[in-house]
């Protein structure tokens, strides 16, 4: 046996910014330089960020990742870290000859080893997957090649991401070529419970490699996307050795003992049976003389698993603490109603960004009932947020001088004007409008088109209306500071505000319940729906009551052009109003519950 140590870089890179990673990638390596670490594993497409989406067609865009990983290489030489192995995920091209149906440039998804101011090897991502949020066959070609490099007597194997989540290719290779230690840069998007489909997946790859197997995730919100780490590293037989922490940036080190490599390895470039129906190509390296691994031992961490409500909760303030400092706005401004919808994403905002850059108008309406305003300012204090106060009465009085208007059109009428006086504060002082809308509204279409719907992200977007409630009271629980919530000193939300009965008070004695279900039965349906994607006769023989099914199916059918004009917002859900679900807006087909 022979001793590695291992750094995963669980860090955050920004899309596009291929200076802004390349220095932060030198600086994870000079921590886990200082640690001793002989290996040190980043992200997949790291330098470039990910999804690059359809920059990576781009000539130049790929050119200039290329071009960036050589200039790091040679960088972190001339650094003093020249003798740290580094894998690190970047974009490059096949050079293969264009053909009908295959991307422009023939881009990879690729990762690089470097050493001693070198890039040494190359692979690329070998399955592209092509469902939920991916559209890998859109972007790249599939990669045939898998590096296995010595590394202080041990041999190390480098695959990407979806090559664990499939069959056979890179992991079936590693098995019949040998290798002490598996190492895969990922870049796994959050979803609620995927925790634990991930661990039970690593360890049974790591069986089928038979060797220890280290997987590293990026951290960050990207757009709809968040990345929640949990990088692992486990042994062959599957057992945890050290594991990150979700949402926060971690260099995760560990000692590991590895099985020496065996003399009688191949020199040469060989082929395997990737048991997919394709061949990959093993390509060995050896680097350098060996180095006794530094003592102390690196302690392993096993870091602290989150409840659900934590877990989703902090996906949803990374996603508006990034979306506001990647996209370069100081400050966020929203509609604050004394409702729970707009308290629970008023507090998300505090906790991203701080209670004095989140900007919130109290815009009552003569349909307001008098703890609107009340409980609104209850929250502006308890969290010591900017807070301005403009009634819309006169504002909807001048236009209804105008043109007139009654019923729906009426009620929308107040939800617009609140629109157009956020987005006007918008323009005036440069802040995001953050809407206020829950998924289960969002799916029911129970929104003002231009109205409440108006902004520039959405972090509740993807949050079922019991779930909102859930969080809250969450929220209310937690004393202290940490990493995703802040000391407000007692609880940051009314307690009215969680208590009381929704409504858009947008009429006289106006509730939620006039227009939609409860709630709870509403939620359970549309999980079925929206998430499972069953159909009417699938529903009902699910328990759902016949005439609820078509009443609701009617609704969410009918509501797909307002969801296609909605902002972006975090992902928490297995499928969110997005990436993930696509559905044509001119469309006939109508569920039937006959």
């Given at each position: 046996m022979v001793h590695l140590r291992i750094a995963l870089a669980q860090t955050n890179p920004t899309v596009g910014d291929l200076t802004g990673n390349a220095a932060k990638l030198v600086g994870w390596t000079r921590r886990a330089a200082d640690r001793g670490a002989h290996l040190v594993v980043f992200p997949e497409m790291f330098l470039t960020g990910y999804p690059a989406e359809d920059l990576v067609l781009r000539t130049s865009f790929v050119e200039a990742s290329i071009a960036a990983l050589e200039e790091l290489a040679v960088r972190l030489a001339d650094e003093g870290l020249g003798e740290i192995a580094v894998v690190a995920g970047y974009v490059d091209r096949a050079g293969l000859a264009p053909r009908v149906g295959q991307p422009k440039g023939a881009p990879l998804d690729a990762a690089a080893l470097l050493h001693r101011g070198a890039v040494v090897a190359r692979t690329a991502k070998h399955h592209l997957p092509n469902y939920g949020v991916?559209?890998?066959?859109?972007?790249?070609?599939?990669?045939?090649?898998?590096?296995?490099?010595?590394?202080?007597?041990?041999?190390?194997?480098?695959?990407?991401?979806?090559?664990?989540?499939?069959?056979?290719?890179?992991?079936?290779?590693?098995?019949?070529?040998?290798?002490?230690?598996?190492?895969?840069?990922?870049?796994?998007?959050?979803?609620?419970?995927?925790?634990?489909?991930?661990?039970?997946?690593?360890?049974?790859?790591?069986?089928?490699?038979?060797?220890?197997?280290?997987?590293?995730?990026?951290?960050?919100?990207?757009?709809?996307?968040?990345?929640?780490?949990?990088?692992?590293?486990?042994?062959?037989?599957?057992?945890?050795?050290?594991?990150?922490?979700?949402?926060?940036?971690?260099?995760?080190?560990?000692?590991?003992?590895?099985?020496?490599?065996?003399?009688?390895?191949?020199?040469?470039?060989?082929?395997?049976?990737?048991?997919?129906?394709?061949?990959?190509?093993?390509?060995?390296?050896?680097?350098?003389?060996?180095?006794?691994?530094?003592?102390?031992?690196?302690?392993?961490?096993?870091?602290?698993?989150?409840?659900?409500?934590?877990?989703?909760?902090?996906?949803?303030?990374?996603?508006?603490?990034?979306?506001?400092?990647?996209?370069?706005?100081?400050?966020?401004?929203?509609?604050?109603?004394?409702?729970?919808?707009?308290?629970?994403?008023?507090?998300?905002?505090?906790?991203?960004?701080?209670?004095?850059?989140?900007?919130?108008?109290?815009?009552?309406?003569?349909?307001?009932?008098?703890?609107?305003?009340?409980?609104?300012?209850?929250?502006?204090?308890?969290?010591?947020?900017?807070?301005?106060?403009?009634?819309?009465?006169?504002?909807?009085?001048?236009?209804?001088?105008?043109?007139?208007?009654?019923?729906?059109?009426?009620?929308?009428?107040?939800?617009?004007?609140?629109?157009?006086?956020?987005?006007?504060?918008?323009?005036?002082?440069?802040?995001?409008?953050?809407?206020?809308?829950?998924?289960s509204e969002l799916a029911t279409g129970y929104s003002t088109l231009y109205g409440d719907s108006a902004g520039g992200y959405a972090p509740i977007k993807d949050v079922p209306k019991t779930m909102v409630w859930q969080l809250a009271r969450w929220r209310n629980e937690q004393r202290g500071a940490g990493d995703f919530v802040r000391d407000f000193g007692g609880p940051p939300i009314p307690p009215n505000s969680i208590e009381k009965e929704p409504s858009a008070e947008l009429r006289p004695g106006q509730r939620d319940t006039d227009s939609l279900p409860a709630y709870d039965l509403l939620d359970r349906l549309l999980d079925d729906y929206v998430e499972r994607d069953m159909g009417a006769a699938e529903l009902i023989s699910a328990g759902h009551d016949a005439e609820l099914v078509a009443r609701v199916i009617r609704l969410v059918d009918a509501a797909e052009y307002k969801r296609r004009q909605y902002p972006p917002g975090p992902k928490i859900t297995p499928k969110n109003f997005g990436r993930d679900r696509r559905l044509p807006i001119t469309n006939r087909w109508r569920e039937t519950t006959t």
């Open positions: 991916f559209d890998e066959y859109r972007y790249f070609v599939r990669g045939d090649r898998l590096p296995i490099f010595r590394l202080n007597g041990a041999d190390v194997a480098v695959a990407v991401c979806e090559d664990l989540w499939q069959e056979g290719g890179p992991v079936a290779v590693v098995a019949q070529a040998g290798a002490g230690l598996l190492v895969v840069p990922n870049a796994s998007p959050y979803e609620k419970d995927k925790d634990d489909v991930r661990l039970e997946l690593v360890a049974r790859r790591a069986r089928e490699a038979g060797c220890a197997l280290a997987y590293v995730n990026q951290v960050g919100g990207q757009d709809e996307l968040i990345f929640d780490g949990d990088s692992v590293i486990v042994g062959p037989d599957g057992e945890p050795v050290a594991r990150a922490a979700r949402f926060v940036e971690e260099l995760l080190v560990a000692d590991l003992e590895v099985p020496a490599a065996g003399q009688d390895a191949p020199r040469g470039p060989s082929a395997y049976d990737a048991h997919d129906g394709t061949a990959i190509t093993v390509e060995r390296t050896t680097l350098g003389e060996v180095r006794p691994c530094p003592a102390p031992p690196a302690p392993p961490r096993l870091a602290d698993r989150l409840d659900d409500r934590a877990e989703v909760y902090s996906a949803l303030v990374l996603g508006v603490r990034d979306y506001v400092a990647k996209n370069g706005f100081r400050s966020v401004i929203l509609g604050l109603s004394g409702g729970i919808d707009s308290a629970l994403t008023a507090t998300i905002a505090a906790d991203a960004i701080g209670p004095d850059r989140v900007h919130v108008v109290l815009m009552p309406s003569r349909h307001s009932s008098e703890h609107s305003v009340s409980d609104a300012r209850d929250l502006v204090e308890r969290q010591g947020l900017q807070d301005r106060l403009v009634p819309i009465e006169g504002i909807v009085n001048a236009f209804e001088k105008e043109i007139q208007l009654s019923g729906l059109s009426a009620e929308n009428l107040q939800a617009r004007v609140r629109g157009m006086l956020l987005m006007s504060l918008s323009n005036e002082h440069g802040h995001l409008v953050l809407t206020t809308g829950n998924k």
